[in-house]
């Protein structure tokens, strides 16, 4: 099985307030990622654990968070939602190690800021 | 940083045709980084279509194949004959680094076929 699940597939969200993303996946990958996606752009990476190591890209590093209780899940949050957030919110997962950056990905979650 | 170029679409095409979606790279992280093709179905995720990590060496899958060309820096995606179920949107990425870092996306590509 390599499914990678997110939820929910849709989300509403005001400006100002607070967002929680979630992701699981159940083939023990080491390393779980976070893209953003929007129209006309290419997915932009904000974020991978690599096992309990979080790595934030520079640009993002104040915009979002992210926790990774256990193997399986990873969560991307957003403290406070400004209409600049609405996208597609893309989760991934890796074995990590050489040559195994084969990326496996949810549907993903589409987040509106209004 | 790392950036890929990949033909602008939408594309379209007749069903039978040929279809070659160009992608090039420009890699600072790495000399030699690992190349991918990814595809979305529609209503569907992003998913691997097909990958090469040694320079010279050619990928396929579902009829689909794509060379790493290490002096043109190119790794273009091509197939002799579409069929209305290759309409999806393609995507050309490399490896940030041969661990796992995460990949560089082009901006993708989206291919229409007509019966």
């Known amino acids: 099985d390599t499914t990678v699940k997110q939820n929910p597939r849709y989300k509403l969200a005001r400006v100002g307030k607070p967002v929680n993303l979630i992701c699981s996946q159940t083939?023990?990958?080491?390393?779980m990622y976070w893209y953003q996606k929007k129209p006309n752009q290419a997915p932009k990476l904000l974020l991978f654990?690599?096992?309990?190591?979080?790595?934030r890209e520079a640009d993002t590093f104040e915009k979002f968070q992210s926790s990774r209780p256990n193997n399986s899940f990873c969560s991307l949050y957003i403290g406070s939602a400004g209409l600049e957030y609405s996208a597609m919110y893309l989760c991934?997962?890796?074995?990590?190690?050489?040559?195994?950056?084969?990326?496996?990905f949810g549907a993903g979650t589409r987040l509106s800021v209004l | 940083g790392d950036s890929v170029t990949q033909t602008e679409g939408p594309v379209t095409v007749s069903e039978s045709e040929s279809l070659i979606i160009n992608c090039t790279y420009s890699a600072t992280s790495i000399a030699y980084p690992n190349l991918f093709w990814y595809v979305r179905y529609p209503g569907e995720g992003l998913q691997l279509l097909l990958k090469v990590i040694t320079a010279g060496q050619k990928g396929s899958s579902r009829g689909f194949e794509a060379t790493y060309n290490k002096e043109t820096t190119s790794f273009h995606l091509q197939k002799a004959s579409v069929q209305e179920s290759d309409s999806a949107v393609y995507y050309c990425a490399l490896g940030r680094n041969n661990y796992a870092q995460g990949l560089t996306f082009g901006l993708g590509t989206r291919v229409s076929v007509f019966p």
């Open positions: 654990y690599y096992d309990k190591i979080l790595n």
């Open positions: 991934a997962s890796s074995r990590g190690g050489p040559s195994q950056n084969t990326l496996y």
């Open positions: 083939m023990n990958h080491d390393t």
